[in-house]
Nanobody, 125 residues
Framework: QVQLVESGGGLVQAGGSLRLSCTAS????????MAWFRQAPGRERELVVA????????FYAESVKGRFTISRDNTKNTVYLQMNKLKPEDTAVYSC??????????????????WGQGTQVTVSS
């Protein structure tokens, strides 16, 4: 069983920044594809960013390109989401997810094997 624990959420004014972290248990983190999803009240869960096992490939939703950056440190079993120039529409619960290596598509939530509990990000205007 892989456990994912997120941290770093909070309340920030529009234009501000937050850095989210997701730390995984286990000893095969470098084999995991990792992603951040978000879900706002009344809205469908959506893929925000994703990163391949060694960080060589990344995906960014169009709405966050140029503002968000995903990275990983496999020596620390941790994935980061740096969020800059935050907007009120970024308000959501952000969850990290791990795919353990099976065939998958970045944006399909059912293709991820493990999920964190989520961390709330609130951006005020």
């Amino acid at each position: 069983q892989v456990q994912l624990v997120e941290s770093g959420g909070g309340l920030v004014q529009a234009g501000g920044s937050l850095r989210l972290s997701c730390t995984a248990s286990g000893r095969a983190f470098s084999d995991y594809r990792m992603a951040w999803f978000r879900q706002a009240p009344g809205r469908e869960r959506e893929l925000v960013v994703a990163i391949s096992q060694s960080g060589g490939s990344t995906f960014y939703a169009e709405s966050v390109k140029g503002r968000f950056t995903i990275s990983r440190d496999n020596t620390k079993n941790t994935v980061y989401l740096q969020m800059n120039k935050l907007k009120p529409e970024d308000t959501a619960v952000y969850s990290c997810a791990a795919n353990l290596g099976s065939k998958m598509l970045w944006g399909r939530p059912t293709h991820y094997d493990y999920w964190g509990q989520g961390t709330q990000v609130t951006v005020s205007s």
